[in-house]
């Protein structure tokens, strides 16, 4: 998925961000009522369409700290950047931060993209390099996790960062606090994962 950026000195940067080549893909109605187990495996559905943190999920299965390498910061133009529609409820000016979510010995899990409203960000994440959830609890945010869309489908720059074959899992979701949207989330996972969660379906 290209974006076309705009640098602090307002020049046009072209800049990618890993959306998945969809094959299939849920919105809110199956998000609630969850898919067959034939399509995705208990286990992965509750991964993907529980409201948990997936930062702690993550911790849990691998018993390893959850840690992430920021790859890219960057302040967005007006047109969406290919970003889920929902991102009409992120105030402008935006902000997209991409991370890897991986083990503290080095596995990568997950792959992150959010948007920010960019005069916001920094009250929020004190510390970048610290995945959201860190950020968010160590200063008692009260959250809820609104997942809006569920995907199935191909990336070849998340084949290469994985080690793992596609076709991957993914989803959407909003953040809430007090009543507004505070962030768009879109997140892959790894098949690595089968290694704890079992066959994906």
Request: aromatic share 12%.
């Amino acid at each position: 998925m290209t974006a076309i950026l705009k640098s602090d000195n307002n020049t046009i940067l072209t800049h990618q961000w890993h959306a998945l080549d969809i094959i299939w893909k849920g919105g809110e109605e199956q998000v609630k009522r969850g898919l067959p187990h034939h399509q995705l495996s208990p286990a992965w559905q509750i991964l993907l369409l529980g409201d948990g943190s997936p930062t702690r999920n993550l911790q849990l299965l691998t018993t390893e700290n959850t840690e992430i390498d920021l790859i890219d910061m960057s302040l967005i133009d007006k047109s969406g950047d290919g970003a889920p529609v929902q991102i009409e409820k992120v105030l402008e000016p935006r902000l997209r931060r991409q991370v890897w979510l991986r083990t503290a010995s080095g596995q990568i899990l997950a792959y992150a993209a959010s948007w920010w409203n960019a005069n916001h960000i920094d009250k929020y994440l004190h510390n970048r390099s610290l995945p959201i959830w860190d950020s968010l609890s160590r200063s008692y945010t009260e959250l809820y996790r609104d997942i809006q869309g569920i995907y199935y489908g191909n990336s070849s720059a998340l084949e290469e960062a994985f080690g793992e074959k596609g076709p991957f899992w993914g989803r959407h979701y909003l953040f809430w606090h007090n009543r507004k949207p505070l962030t768009l989330i879109y997140e892959v996972f790894s098949p690595y994962l089968r290694k704890y969660l079992g066959p994906i379906s």
